[in-house]
Structures are given as C-alpha cells and as structure tokens.
T-cell receptor, first 115, second 111 residues
C-alpha cells in the first residue's frame, strides 16, 4: 500500500526561487493537509482541504499557496522561497470526521533547505 | 482549538510499561482525544483515539479520566522501537478534520 506519497524527498532552493511540493494519496480520502515541522518543534498546519474543491488556511499560511488538483492530489507552492521556509514538510490525508473521527495518514516528508 | 499539556520528556526501560500523561482541561464535549507518535526522521503515525471510554488496540491503551480533563497513553511493554515523540491531540467531532500538534513528549527507552 502506497498510502501518502510526497515528492521530492529532499530539495535545496536559493532565496527567491519557486517550487511546488507534490502530494498524492491512494486511500480515497476526502481531506488533505500540509504541515511544516521546524527542528525541535511540533507540526504546524499550513493549509488544509476538507474536500475536493475547497482549501482553507491553517496556522502558518503566509508565503504558501495550495491547489487541490483532484481528490488524490494536493500540492503546496512556494512562490518566492525564503530561508525562514527551511523546514520539513509533511502531507497528510484522512476521511472527514462526521462523528466517526478516523485516523490521519502522513507522508514521509520533504526536507527543504532555502539558502 | 482546545489545548493539551504534556511533559517534555519521559524515560522508560525496555520491557516495562509506560504511562504517558496528557492534560486537556478545556476539552469540549465533542472533542475526541487522539494520540500520534513520530519516530525519528519519519512522519507521524496514528496510535489510538477515544471519546469517553477507555480504548485498547494492538499498539496501546488509552485511559480517559471520568471528567475527560486528562488522559493517559499506556504502552504495556516498551521496546526500543517505541522511542519516539508522542503527541496528544484534541480533534473536533465535526466534519472538519483538523489536527493541531503541540510539542509532544519525547520518550526514551533504555535497553
């Protein structure tokens, strides 16, 4: 089972460059999420998509844009990378709650360094 | 979002039980209690969740206080592979599935 797949796994960018982090899930989940994790910290929510066609800001959305391309794919774009965006980025997916409150599945992360 | 409080770190010996506490005094009636863990250099993985009653699964047990203001994750026999950061998270029972992570508890397991 592939689960949640993130590409690339590692990336080095120069300040001001742009890039898109890709995320795909094969579990037919409605909801998808992007988090960042800085050293020694917990995960912080950047953006999420409760269902196909909708996206909402999380705690730290500045400097990022997202696209829910279809039910499977949710991409995160850095238009003009800054050193403060050096972090590990995690994508996750889950079924919507609706009282059932199911688990979320996470990808292995993308380690991004902006120099 | 209601907040949780966990110790920064805990230590255990291999083969012994581990009790990881979490305080969530502002929990609302519709909040579920979720636990995730993050092994080194990996993404978080689901451990267990519950609403009011104690829960057991193959990984762990979750004991929830009667007033729901605290909970304890129980690993019955710690192994070296259980060394990880454990996150206690409150999640609304509505349709919006947001997970808000704190800093978690770093569990060290000694051989």
């Amino acid at each position: 089972n592939a689960g949640v797949t993130q590409t690339p796994k590692f990336q080095v960018l120069k300040t001001g460059q742009s890039m898109t982090l890709q995320c795909a899930q094969d579990m037919n989940h409605n909801s998808m999420y992007w988090y960042r994790q800085d050293p020694g910290m917990g995960l912080r929510l950047i953006y999420y998509s409760a269902s196909e066609g909708t996206t909402d800001k999380g705690e730290v959305p500045n400097g990022y844009n997202v696209s829910r391309l279809n039910k499977r794919e949710f991409s995160l774009r850095l238009e003009s990378a800054a050193p403060s965006q050096t972090s590990v980025y995690f994508c996750a997916s889950s079924d919507q709650g609706g009282g059932m409150n199911t688990e979320a599945f996470f990808g292995q992360g993308t380690r991004l360094t902006v120099v | 979002d209601a907040k949780t409080t966990q110790p920064n770190s805990m230590e255990s010996n291999e083969e012994e039980p581990v009790h990881l506490p979490c305080n969530h005094s502002t929990i609302s009636g519709t909040d579920y209690i979720h636990w995730y863990r993050q092994l080194p250099s990996q993404g978080p993985e689901y451990v267990i969740h519950g609403l009011t009653s104690n829960v057991n699964n193959r990984m762990a047990s979750l004991a929830i206080a009667e007033d729901r203001k605290s909970s304890t994750l129980i690993l019955h026999r710690a192994t070296l592979r259980d060394a990880a950061v454990y996150y206690c998270i409150l999640r609304s029972g509505g349709s919006n599935y947001k997970l808000t992570f704190g800093k978690g508890t770093l569990l060290t397991v000694n051989p």
